[in-house]
């Protein structure tokens, strides 16, 4: 792949700032434009990207409900895809989130350790990346 949409990368940018509400902001055109797989696809990196954001803000129940949906999204497109490693991307969710999925009652105060948050690489890397602050939705 030698392009990519500038939405995807506006989203891996966030994405990998840790802004996840403007990771899910910046997929979302476009996984409503999208068809099958590369639907899928989006639909499990906006949900990652909330799963994500409810865990760093403290809502464990929503963080986990959204890392198994996102999970099954993802899990049929294959890795690569879109020149990300989606196996690779999950090993690094499963890091960040075994707090939650290793036991039944996580305590309220856990929080993801900034050490794990998942990064997006892709490969091969774009020519250019956009200015992600073209992406911003007016609120």
């Known amino acids: 792949m030698d392009t990519y949409d500038p939405r995807y990368l506006a989203g891996i940018l966030f994405f990998n700032e840790h802004d996840y509400f403007e990771a899910h902001e910046a997929w979302e055109d476009l996984w409503s434009e999208s068809h099958g797989t590369e639907r899928r696809f989006y639909q499990g990196l906006i949900q990652a990207a909330v799963a994500l954001f409810h865990f760093c803000n403290g809502n464990l129940g929503g963080a986990l409900k959204q890392y198994r949906s996102s999970y099954d999204y993802m899990k ?64």
Not at 114 to 119: D, S
């Open 76 to 139: 049929t497109c294959g890795s690569p895809f879109l020149g990300l490693d989606v196996d690779a991307f999950w090993r690094q969710m499963a890091r960040c989130f075994e707090p939650l999925l290793n036991s039944a009652t996580p305590a309220r105060h856990v929080r993801p350790d900034p050490e794990l948050l998942p990064v997006l690489r892709l490969d091969p890397p774009p020519e250019t990346w956009p200015d992600p602050e073209a992406f911003l939705h007016e609120e």
